[in-house]
């Protein structure tokens, strides 16, 4: 067990566990330097989209982000953007995390600060794990099994701990019974009853019910540990303290961040984490198109909020510098919820209009066209969840995006609106490209006699404008664009916050179209108890099928998008386990 300050020898052979396990799919699909220390040199065009960019051992240098975005939140408890997840795995670690592996096989589950994935028992309702020797916080102090149970009861806090998902309360705490540790009366706040600690190795979890996905849940940021002496709860965010290879010297909001090497983790005792740099930066800035400058500059090396390049960056690096692009596939869905209860959105032939009449080729172009903008899509499941498949019931891709303008006068006239209706459709300004395609979709309905009036909303105030369903009622929102990816790769984790009726909430709503049928609910059950994934993708399949028969959502793109890698990045791989993002925890640079 030795820290990482003693031993190049033992650093450099602890890098190699995580980057041998890539050389392969490097050697298929990436590029770079044939000796493996990565030179300086752009990779190729998709490099990092097919394999393994510049694959590396090297350690040192900065490596440096830029984003438009500030995170969510540092606190690991109060994380919900996918970027913030991935780049927390450099100060956060799990019982369980993904794979540093590129493409769907990063969704494979692996021991973290376990020794091994669960003990599964008691017919799938109790958990059972063995903490890893040598798994030290910051201050060199052990990280035991009360602490990784502290910091996973912070989530019950929602007065103090806001944002956050919720599924580890779902599971243990149904009917939210506990508090949570500031109202914790116990004399060690540990008063989850759900969570056994038996010893500082041992921690034993008891499900309210199976739940197949459990092990899923604890992979997410929120399933960290915590420190009870360095909590200081709603500011927790401004110095998170570090279990991981890097811990915060400074964090600034909406300004930026500096972390550097944590000397207390030891490398021998984490088999995901690369760690590469010796410091990383991240700068907000929030002009789009300075951004892009920036990168291909060389002043940045990756995008932090990897959404894309804009317009105009875009067309100069793929003109100029295209080895250093990667047009990646995400796991993100652009679609639109129909409100199925503002009328007449409640009658579903209405909402079958819609999806007739709309022009997908049309979104796809104002989008960035199949490389830039994705593929169509079909149905509300994204290729990397395991249940996907190509069903297709409105026909879509056999009439090549165009509108069936006679299907969808047939489906007016069966909803009683021969002539068309008035509505209005939502969408987020600082969102790119999400009014434009509203527009496009305006103009295809107009054909049809369907009138639409496009409302651009603040995407930060979404939460409580169309996540609001009284708010969506009152201002007779029936057609919301959005987007979506997986909270984890399966059915549950992408779908069940869209359109589970008992996910329906009356602020932060994602189940838009107000979803609420027997049959799909019981979908997600009957899923949840499959502790085989397969039996469970076939259960999810089902469930999508039956989503899409009901024409709540009208999915149009699986989104793809253009990202710039720095010529100094080595180790660039896209994980579907984040969404098409790069792996950042495995990034490394060239000094």
Not at 51 to 75: E, H, Y
Not at 243 to 252: L, Q
Not at 338 to 348: G, L, Q, Y
Not at 574 to 583: C, E, F, H, I, K
Request: glycine fraction near 10%; proline fraction near 6%.
């Amino acid at each position: 067990m030795t820290p990482l300050r003693s031993s190049r020898t033992q650093r450099i052979a602890g890098a190699a566990l995580v980057v041998a396990a890539l050389t392969a799919t490097a050697a298929c699909g990436g590029g770079g330097s044939k000796d493996g220390e990565g030179d300086g040199k752009a990779a190729g065009y998709n490099a990092g989209a097919k394999g393994i960019a510049n694959p590396s051992t090297k350690q040192g240098g900065t490596l440096k982000f830029i984003g438009k975005q500030d995170f969510d939140s540092t606190d690991p408890q109060r994380q919900y953007y996918g970027m913030a997840w991935d780049f927390s795995r450099f100060y956060a670690r799990q019982l369980i995390s993904y794979a540093p592996k590129p493409g769907q096989a990063s969704a494979e589950l692996v021991p973290d600060l376990a020794q091994a994935k669960g003990e599964i028992s008691n017919d799938g309702k109790t958990y059972t794990y063995r903490l890893r020797e040598g798994i030290a916080w910051e201050d060199g102090t052990p990280i035991t099994s009360k602490d990784i149970k502290y910091g996973i009861q912070r989530t019950w806090a929602t007065d103090v701990i806001t944002g956050g998902p919720s599924y580890l309360r779902q599971v243990l705490d149904p009917k939210g019974e506990y508090k949570g540790p500031y109202k914790d009366t116990t004399p060690d706040k540990l008063g989850l009853k759900a969570i056994q600690t038996p010893d500082d190795k041992t921690i034993v979890f008891n499900l309210a019910a199976p739940n197949g996905d459990f092990e899923q849940m604890l992979a997410m940021p929120s399933g960290s540990p915590v420190k009870k002496e360095k909590d200081t709860a709603g500011k927790y965010q401004l110095k998170p303290f570090s279990s991981g290879p890097y811990k915060f010297e400074s964090y600034t909001p909406k300004k930026g961040a500096v972390l550097v090497r944590n000397d207390k983790w030891q490398r021998a005792s984490d088999q995901i984490r690369a760690a590469l740099p010796d410091k990383i930066t991240v700068t907000i800035n929030s002009n789009i198109e300075a951004i892009d400058e920036l990168l291909i500059k060389g002043e940045y090396d990756l995008d932090l909020n990897a959404t894309g390049m804009g317009q105009a960056g875009r067309t100069k690096a793929l003109t100029k510098h295209k080895a250093n692009l990667d047009n990646i596939e995400t796991s993100f869905i652009r679609y639109v919820d129909i409100a199925t209860k503002v009328a007449p959105f409640d009658n579903i032939e209405c909402r079958k209009a819609v999806i007739y009449a709309a022009d997908y080729q049309s979104m796809q172009t104002v989008r960035g066209g199949p490389d830039a903008g994705g593929e169509i899509a079909t149905n509300m499941l994204p290729k990397s969840i395991k249940g996907s498949d190509d069903y297709d019931p409105y026909g879509i891709l056999a009439r090549k995006g165009k509108p069936d303008t006679a299907k969808a006068k047939a489906a007016l006239k069966a909803c009683g609106k021969p002539n068309g209706f008035s509505t209005t459709i939502s969408a987020r300004s600082n969102n790119p490209g999400e009014v434009q395609t509203a527009e496009a979709l305006q103009q295809s309905l107009r054909a049809v006699g369907i009138k639409t009036e496009v409302e651009s909303i603040d995407g930060a105030e979404s939460s409580s404008i169309t996540g609001s369903p009284a708010v969506v009622k009152q201002r007779g929102l029936g057609l919301v664009m959005t987007g979506w990816g997986p909270d984890f790769p399966t059915g549950q984790g992408f779908s069940q916050p869209l359109v589970d009726g008992r996910f329906i909430a009356p602020n932060g709503n994602y189940n838009v179209s107000e979803t609420n049928d027997p049959k799909i609910n019981k979908f997600f059950d009957d899923a949840l108890k499959e502790t085989d994934p397969g039996k469970a993708a076939t259960i999810y399949q089902q469930m999508n099928h039956a989503v899409a028969d009901l024409a709540v959502q009208m999915p149009f793109i699986y989104e793809k998008n253009f990202t710039w890698r720095g010529s100094r990045l080595t180790n660039a791989y896209s994980t579907a386990a984040y969404n098409g993002r790069y792996d950042y925890v495995s990034l490394g640079v060239v000094k």
